[in-house]
């Protein structure tokens, strides 16, 4: 599939503060450095994470159960304006915290199986500026790369994570660190 403009929406200005959003966001989210084994080795994953959703919205990735924390108000504001804009509907957002260059996120596509289908999700980003790559899913050439910047919405929509792959590469030259919300949609178990 060709990378279709349509499958990625990227958007300005979508935080007013973005600024005060991060430093609210950095001291009062519940944020959590779990271990991650590849290819035989552990280790803490290159970044912090925590979850937030309606109730039974779990998620897991890499075979890291995230636990759930209740929607924090701030972010529940978010949501709904993401949902406004997009005119798409979210249970549950990932938050990833880059302290700074050198923590990053591999390359990955999306697709976990709690997922619902057609899988879209809605990126905020707070702090730093950091490229975010893209490449064709079982290829190594980066193919496209769009620099977040802080405040920003980036929109991935559907059928953008089956034929595609994304990362956010290490950057030595980067001192600052970065906030990014991931709003998805994931089945809700008892």
């Known amino acids: 599939m060709e990378f279709k ?3 990625l929406i990227y958007r300005l200005n979508f935080i007013k503060d973005p600024r005060e959003m991060y430093g609210l966001l950095k001291s009062q989210v519940n944020w959590r450095q779990d ?16 979850w937030y959703g309606d109730p039974g919205a779990f998620y897991k990735y890499s075979r890291i159960t995230i636990p759930i924390n209740d929607w924090h108000p701030v972010i529940k504001e978010i949501k709904t304006e993401v949902e406004k804009v997009t005119k ?12 700074d260059g050198l923590d990053s996120n591999g390359w990955h596509s999306d697709n976990e199986s709690e997922l619902i289908k ?14 975010m790559q893209f490449r064709r899913v079982g290829l190594t050439k980066v193919e496209r790369s769009l620099s977040l910047e802080s405040g920003s919405l980036l929109v991935m929509k559907s059928p953008l994570q089956e034929y595609w792959q994304h990362q956010i590469p290490k950057r030595k030259k980067v001192n600052e660190g970065r906030i990014n919300l991931t709003f998805r949609l994931v089945s809700i178990s008892s």
């Open 5 to 7: 403009d349509d499958c």
């Open 35 to 50: 271990n991650i084994t590849l290819f035989g080795k552990t280790h803490a994953i290159p970044r912090y994470h925590a």
């Open 88 to 99: 798409l509907k979210f249970n549950s957002v990932l938050l990833n915290y880059y302290r």
């Open 118 to 131: 057609p899988i879209h999700v809605a990126s905020v980003s707070l702090g730093a500026i950091r490229d």
